[in-house]
């Protein structure tokens, strides 16, 4: 195991700047997920740290060692793609063992941590089959295996689990989940999936534009969210964002309704974020008219897609209330005590500040 540090690191194709001025510390053991949108910079950050990408400036230290100029195979870290690229002529047992043949391992040596990784991703049988004769799922495992067997400081995995079906993208975020508590080592995860993020995180690194929007555990970066940004990124549905007026103490918002806001100094124009739990169908410190548009049914939960008279979409959750349907006016309550407040800026309004 070791830990990551990201020293003011900069990646620039000529005039495009791809990564600027990051600064970031993965911890010994930690399993971190670079979140964010496509073209943020999060796999070109993983492959500057898997010695695929030059850094342009700054430092890259793995083990209190500068490796900058290292070259992959010196780092100590091992990288699962999003494209599983296995041999197509090769039996899985020999896809798993290829880079130990060509370090020159002995065969008893190969055949043993070959066995290991097998077991520890429970594809024993499958050892003499090719890739065509896999699933997507076992094809994914192999890739894993491939780099269980060097036994890296470091696993990077790039999207691995784009290509699978929604089905086999849960199973094997369990699996993934499951394998970092076995094996205990550093993990670095990149994916455009908040869900995958929240899910198997210690540590989430949200990016935007090749910077750090916020990083922190889950619910930290759920539940207090320092911007716009991450606070619309981070949850399923997103969170709803509703215009107000931030006056003397209140939020006035355009269909009449009026939030306290106690601490926070006047600010004009701002949005109020609300996740969509943080609604009540009785009660609250104020009201909203929401017209249902769609309702989607999970069972035990349900949301609710609407629209406010004065034209914003909303997306409220509600339980054991399953005689709600698309056309019904519904009334919705709000918590000011789970209310947001962004500034037009974009950034966090909290009290004191």
């Known amino acids: 195991m070791a830990s990551v540090t990201l020293s003011n690191v900069s990646k620039s194709y000529g005039a495009f700047e791809v990564i600027d001025n990051l600064n970031l510390t993965v911890d010994d053991g930690a399993f971190t997920v670079f979140v964010g949108p496509s073209g943020c910079g999060k796999s070109t950050l993983l492959r500057m740290i898997a010695g695929l990408e030059p850094l342009t400036k700054g430092d890259l230290i793995i083990d209190g060692k500068r490796v900058n100029d290292a070259d992959p195979i010196e780092r100590g870290v091992a990288m699962v793609f999003q494209n599983y690229a296995l041999y197509p002529h090769m039996s899985v047992e020999q896809n798993i063992g290829f880079s130990l043949r060509m370090a020159g391992l002995s065969k008893p040596d190969i055949e043993a941590r070959v066995a290991a990784a097998a077991q520890t991703l429970q594809i024993?049988?499958?050892?003499?089959?090719?890739?065509?004769?896999?699933?997507?799922?076992?094809?994914?495992?192999?890739?894993?295996?491939?780099?269980?067997?060097?036994?890296?400081?470091?696993?990077?995995?790039?999207?691995?689990?784009?290509?699978?079906?929604?089905?086999?993208?849960v199973s094997m975020r369990v699996e993934i989940a499951k394998l970092h508590n076995k094996l205990g080592s550093t993990m670095i995860y990149v994916t455009h999936d908040q869900t995958e993020a929240m899910t198997l995180a210690d540590k989430i690194v949200v990016m935007r534009d090749g910077k750090i929007a916020q990083s922190g555990t889950p619910d930290e970066l759920y539940d207090n969210p320092d911007n716009l940004f991450v606070a619309g990124f981070i949850g399923s549905p997103r969170m709803n964002f509703l215009r107000a007026e931030l006056t003397q103490g209140s939020l006035k918002l355009p269909s009449g309704a009026v939030l306290t806001a106690a601490g926070l100094a006047d600010a004009g124009d701002v949005l109020v974020g609300l996740r969509p739990e943080h609604f009540v169908l009785e009660g609250g410190d104020a009201s909203l008219m929401v017209k249902v548009d769609v309702v989607e049914n999970l069972g035990g939960t349900r949301y609710l897609y609407g629209t406010t008279g004065s034209g914003e979409t909303l997306v409220v959750e509600v339980r054991d209330r399953?005689?709600?349907?698309?056309?019904?006016?519904?009334?919705v309550g709000i918590n000011a005590a789970r209310s947001m407040v962004f500034a037009a800026s974009g950034q966090r309004l909290r009290p004191g500040h």
Not at 132 to 157: K, T
Not at 322 to 331: F, R, Y
């Open 124 to 169: 024993e049988p499958l050892l003499k089959r090719k890739p065509a004769q896999l699933s997507g799922g076992q094809r994914q495992r192999v890739a894993i295996g491939r780099a269980i067997v060097r036994d890296p400081e470091v696993f990077l995995f790039d999207e691995p689990l784009s290509n699978l079906d929604a089905e086999l993208r």
């Open 322 to 331: 399953p005689g709600i349907k698309a056309g019904d006016n519904v009334q």
